[in-house]
């Protein structure tokens, strides 16, 4: 299942390149199945993997909401992922609790922190009506990636599965930097080309992290 996404998601690259709105379309939904698949059988194991799955299928809803080219689009994929990065926080949150988090996180977490305020000044001209939405979203990120770091320097996960939630956090984060920047910045296919592997990536590895 993890080629089914990869060779998805280079379709879908494809796709944004060429203008193939169908491809665009096809692409989408079968890379964004893919890592629900792959992680669904976890669902029902513990709350920890429960809430995981249902990060993972937020995600994927947010996938399909993102297809639109709409204000109300974007909203409604903003509003998903969110959901799915609180799914992930509570998720992270039965391994290590939250005030640990930035200790346990370390060096990177600094830098998660200064990232999240970096782009959130980079952002703020461009952000008119969305910046509260915006705000909001940007915190949940910082802390899935907060969460991700600690549970990896506490072992609250074994190898190597401790590894790929860390890794996946990071790579969605940068996915999350080129959506913005596609949106708020400057159109320009740059943004897919390095966002959107970004983007798969990170979910197959947070998948793969609960199986």
């Known amino acids: 299942m993890i080629y089914v996404c990869l060779l998805a998601c280079a379709a879908l690259v494809f796709a944004e390149y060429r203008g193939h709105d169908w491809l665009r379309t096809g692409s989408k939904f079968v890379a964004s199945g893919a890592f629900v698949i792959i992680g669904l059988p976890a669902f029902g194991a513990g709350p920890f993997q429960t809430a995981m799955v249902i990060g993972l299928v ?50 990177i977490g600094i830098v998660v922190i200064a990232g999240g305020c970096f782009a959130l000044r980079w952002l703020w001209p461009n952000l008119g009506k969305l910046k509260l939405p915006v705000v909001l979203y940007v915190a949940a990120i910082v802390a899935m990636v907060l969460g991700a770091f600690a549970i990896q320097a506490t072992g609250g996960l074994p190898a190597p599965e401790r590894d790929y939630l860390a890794i996946g956090a990071a790579l969605f984060f940068l996915s999350d930097l080129a959506v913005a920047r596609e949106k708020f910045v400057v159109r320009d296919f740059k943004n897919k080309l390095i966002g959107l592997p970004a983007y798969f990536i990170a979910q197959l590895l947070i998948a793969y992290a609960i199986t």
């Open 58 to 107: 937020l995600g994927a809803i947010g996938d399909i909401a993102l297809l639109g080219r709409s204000n109300r689009a974007f909203v409604g994929g903003l509003a998903a992922f969110l959901a799915g990065h609180l799914a992930y926080v509570i998720a992270f949150a039965q391994l290590e609790s939250p005030s640990h988090w930035i200790i346990y996180a370390g060096r």
